[in-house]
């Protein structure tokens, strides 16, 4: 049996990358069954990403599969600019209805996260003071409950932020659902910051990547 390993993300991992993100996608806990569709929550927060940065993610591999992530963008205007042309379109067609509340997470209903699949500018403008500058990439993470606490998720922040150091950009932020303490005492402890964007209702943190 090998242990897990971090490795670039392939075009195969697509799958798994979505299933994780649905498992993982409750404040850090898993999200199947609360929308109508679980590959909805993965096409607002996971497939859009891999399919534009491939080269910005990568996976923990354990028993010959991809069991975990890290995934972003260099670029978040950029990226909202490529949603609204090469997603919005597709994402759509796979989801043009509201299904069924469930009642399972009124914090984020099924109509939101239909509506976020078709904003990206939402990524832009909680950016109100000069992040897109000082901090212009962001990503999301996520392990599989079998990975967490082994220091996986640290070592994949360490290879994004050499990754985004080569290509010149200076700092990474992230959003994160305001009741995942557990993810905020993970980023507090790694050394990011609140940005002066956030608010306690969307949290903000970023850092610098050298
Ligand atoms: C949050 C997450 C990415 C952290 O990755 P991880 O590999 O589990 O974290 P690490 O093992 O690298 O932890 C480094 C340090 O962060 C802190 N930390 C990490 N997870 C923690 C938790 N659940 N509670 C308290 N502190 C935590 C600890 O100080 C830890 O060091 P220690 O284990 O020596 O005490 C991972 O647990 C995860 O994917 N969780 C579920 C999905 C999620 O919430 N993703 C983030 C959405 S914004």
């Known amino acids: ?58 996976v923990v591999e354990h028993h010959g599969r991809a069991s975990g992530y890290i995934i972003s963008v260099a670029d978040t205007q950029a990226f909202a600019d490529w949603w609204a042309r090469a997603w919005t379109p597709g994402f759509v067609a796979r989801h043009p209805a509201v299904g069924p509340a469930t009642g399972r997470n009124p914090d984020y209903t099924e109509a939101q996260l239909l509506y976020d699949g078709t904003d990206p500018q939402r990524m832009v403008r909680g950016l109100r003071h000069d992040e897109l500058t000082t901090h212009p990439a962001h990503l999301h993470i996520d392990l599989l409950p079998e990975l967490q606490r082994r220091g996986l998720g640290a070592r994949l922040i360490d290879t994004l932020r050499t990754a985004l150091a080569e290509r010149a950009v200076p700092g990474v932020h992230l959003g994160y659902a305001a009741e995942n303490t557990a993810a905020r005492l993970f980023y507090d402890r790694y050394g990011f910051k609140e940005l002066p964007s956030s608010t306690p209702h969307s949290p903000l943190l970023g850092i610098a990547t050298t």
């Open 1 to 58: 049996m090998t242990d897990p390993f971090i490795r670039p993300y392939r075009t195969t991992d697509r799958a798994d990358v979505a299933e994780i993100c649905v498992r993982t996608a409750a404040a850090g806990g898993d999200a199947r069954g609360i929308y109508s569709d679980d590959l909805l929550m993965p096409d607002v927060y996971a497939l859009p990403y891999v399919d534009h940065s491939p080269d910005l993610a990568w």
